[in-house]
């Protein structure tokens, strides 16, 4: 039998209201948290909620809300050196994964030596415990409270680092669907489609094993059965619940599992032009879906069996086939942007395509996708992704 490992956090709350419990976790792990959220939280009463859960805890506390967009390594310097003038000795992230991903980093350089760069593709490895890490989303998508992955752009080298060690995996998660109510629309689609591509690439992954895809194909069933509700209705708490049971379960599966070519190609659209992660995954997931599907048919003719409960005798390729086409439908409705509706310049993409084919192929995850492709390839499909519209997709099918 082959041996393999899984890495979850030791302890996670999941449900409406689980987060009520942040203050007795806080309480086992410390007196004085360093709390990672941004103006946004702060703005919508989620920060002083935390502070009073903390305060009726006996746990004192100080705020980071320097995070305002893709987690930088400028954040993290600016909250480590709060973090150590306050001693404080356990971090909480309270928000999306900007600020999940940012604590993680503070976390792991509280205890061990050098700067978040240094732990890029395993140059430098964490081998002194972190400081205890708490993580509270507030959006249902990147599912990074149960992942030990944390992606920060390099600033000097426009260079978005996703470093994955055991050290970077909270602690705790508490993860509460009432806390994503006030996620906007266009958030709510972009973080939606970036759950659902974790849950896709993850089952497709070379690294995928049998544990991984039980979690990616209850994430993908929860995931597309809710997510246009959450959207088009997003009091409904119901749905909301089931989308961020769905995105932590997609995080689980691809922690263990690893993402693929679209994550691989969406870091450095994030790095060069500022677009946020989950826009540029869901921008780019049904340009890759249709590059790799000849070398994952069963896999996606499985997915559409599961959400499609009408097909019974179509072909794994026409499955396959039929759900490319559905997620674009998705995508449209969710009015995911395209990469040129964005604004991206035409001319300043052409001068920096080739180092953003460089850039994804170094971090190692297209390497895991079903189909693996050349520099020249992602190149290509950047391209694709340039000149993509949903009318000559359309105008594509219909001939």
């Not at 689980?252 to 540029?280: D, I």
């Not at 396959?320 to 991206?344: A, D, K």
């Not at 895991?368 to 949903?390: C, F, G, H, R």
Request: aromatic share 6%.
């Amino acid at each position: 039998m082959v041996k393999r490992i899984v890495h979850l956090p030791q302890i996670i709350h999941y449900g409406k209201d689980s987060f009520l419990g942040v203050g007795e976790e806080a309480n086992k792990l410390g007196s004085k948290a360093l709390i990672v959220s941004d103006r946004i939280m702060e703005q919508l009463g989620n920060v002083q909620q935390l502070h009073d859960h903390l305060h009726s805890a006996d746990v004192s506390y100080v705020d980071y809300l320097g995070v305002e967009t893709e987690p930088k390594d400028t954040y993290v310097d600016e909250a480590l050196q709060l973090l150590r003038a306050e001693q404080c000795d356990h971090v909480i992230a309270l928000g999306g994964g900007s600020c999940i991903d940012t604590a993680k980093a503070v976390a792991v350089l509280a205890t061990n030596t050098g700067r978040i760069h240094d732990y890029m593709n395993q140059k430098k490895l964490a081998t002194v415990k972190p400081l205890p890490l708490i993580t509270v989303p507030t959006t249902g998508g990147t599912g990074s409270e149960a992942t030990d992955v944390t992606v920060i752009t390099d600033t000097k080298e426009d260079i978005k680092m996703m470093i994955k060690q055991q050290a970077f995996m909270p602690l705790v998660a508490i993860v509460d669907p009432v806390l994503t109510v006030s996620t906007p629309k266009s958030v709510t689609a972009a973080t939606g489609v970036d759950a659902l591509t974790h849950a896709i690439e993850s089952l497709i992954s070379r690294k995928a094993q049998p544990f991984t895809r039980t979690l990616s194909l209850q994430a993908i069933e929860l995931l597309y059965a809710n997510i246009r509700e959450a959207y088009h209705n997003g009091d409904n708490l119901e749905a909301r619940d089931q989308m961020i049971y769905g995105s932590m379960l997609a995080g689980m599966a691809f922690s263990n599992a690893s993402t693929c070519l679209v994550h691989g190609m969406s870091r450095p659209l994030g790095a060069v032009f500022h677009v946020p992660h989950g826009v540029s995954n869901a921008m780019l997931l049904p340009i890759i879906l249709e590059y790799t599907k000849v070398d994952c048919q069963e896999d996606l003719a499985t997915i559409a069996r599961m959400i499609n409960k009408d097909v019974k005798d179509e072909s794994d390729e026409e499955l396959s086939n039929w759900l490319v086409e559905e997620i674009e439908h998705l995508c449209e409705e969710l009015e995911i942007p395209t990469l040129s509706g964005w604004g991206i310049d035409r001319e300043a993409f052409e001068l920096v395509k080739e180092k953003m084919a460089e850039d994804a192929l170094i971090s190692g995850s297209p390497a895991t996708n079903p189909k693996v492709p050349t520099k020249e390839e992602i190149v290509e499909l950047y391209d694709q992704l340039m000149n993509y519209s949903y009318t000559k997709r359309s105008e594509t099918h219909a001939n």
